[in-house]
């Protein structure tokens, strides 16, 4: 029993890991399913997604490792960007696949009359959340409410449609044609529901058949990593083949490198004076004398104010 102990103990730990892996999901598992996974895998604790993708939908599903969980805030509102299949002739429960589907008696469209509609749907659009969606009302969340035949009442709110292009068109079926479209959008855009209100503007009804999220800011899907190859790398302790530094993306803040007597300040929860380099006003990444990221602070008044600090004081 004290061999065991002492062997437990001399146990060696595993190293901090801070970083995004960038994860290409497949159809089937949640955003939290990966997450769990990558938890269990890395034996980190604090792990957390950057924009939840449904199950049925592939993609660029980036996760914040460690200390990067603390950075996800500052990409909340990346834009992103989306190939969508959109199915006409019948409408959903869900607005997608997996939903009740109900056909519809009016004719479906051809390619011309898509190509028209989706001129309505570019720009800032008002759009209503799918009643199958996490969308609060009244403190639950409007699935839970669907789920029970209850009818959620959900508020439009303004999204923006920054691109939006057919790419392709099958119409081998004419009572059920398909519209392959490419979409880059604000977030908090939902591709069910353009799918939805652009099949009620024809008067066909439509739903999405298939979704791959190809973008999440800065996150493009050629640098996505298979959770089969993820997994590999990360049981093989290869996790630097995969990690992404934390501050990835956030080339739009400027680097600040401060002295360690700063950085310790920094790391105090102090304040320290604005040097030269360091722009008048705004969010820096603070680095210290070897590179490695130390902060997110703030240039105010001549002054550098910690927002965010990953070393200790």
Not at 167 to 188: K, L, M, Q, Y
Request: proline letters at 6%; one cysteine or more; charged letters at 25%.
């Amino acid at each position: 029993m004290a061999e065991a102990a002492t062997s437990a103990a001399e146990k060696p730990a595993r190293p901090q890991i801070d970083g995004i892996l960038v994860v290409a999901k497949e159809p089937g598992p949640t955003s939290h399913d990966i997450v769990a996974l990558i938890r269990r895998l890395t034996g980190v604790k604090r792990v957390g997604h950057g924009g939840t993708l449904d199950p049925f939908a592939a993609g660029v599903l980036p996760v914040f490792v460690g200390h990067a969980t603390r950075l996800v805030e500052y990409h909340l509102t990346d834009d992103k960007e989306y190939r969508a299949l959109v199915c006409f002739g019948a409408r959903s429960t869900t607005d997608d696949l997996d939903g009740e589907l109900s056909p519809t008696e009016v004719p479906a469209p051809d390619r011309a009359a898509v190509e028209e509609a989706l001129n309505a749907f570019r720009g800032t659009i008002e759009q209503t959340p799918p009643d199958y969606s996490a969308v609060r009302v009244a403190g639950r969340k409007a699935y839970e409410l669907a789920r029970h035949g209850e009818k959620p009442s959900l508020k439009s709110r303004s999204v923006t449609i920054h691109h939006l292009e057919m790419t392709n068109w099958d119409g081998s079926d004419p009572e059920r044609p398909v519209a392959t479209i490419e979409v880059r959008c604000s977030a908090g855009t939902y591709i069910r529901a353009l799918a939805r209100d652009l099949g009620e503007s024809l008067g066909c009804g439509a739903y999405l058949g298939a979704l791959t999220r190809t973008a999440s800011g800065p996150f493009r899907i050629a640098d996505a990593t298979s959770m089969d190859a993820l997994r590999t790398a990360l049981t093989d302790g290869r996790v630097n083949d995969v990690l992404l530094p934390m501050d990835t993306g956030l080339d739009g803040y400027p680097t600040l490198t401060l002295t360690d007597e700063d950085v310790a300040s920094l790391a105090r929860g102090q304040y320290v004076r604005r040097s030269s380099e360091a722009p008048n006003e705004g969010l820096v990444r603070v680095r210290d004398q070897s590179g490695r990221l130390v902060a997110i602070a703030r240039a105010e008044r001549g002054q550098i104010k910690p927002e965010k600090v990953f070393v200790a004081g």
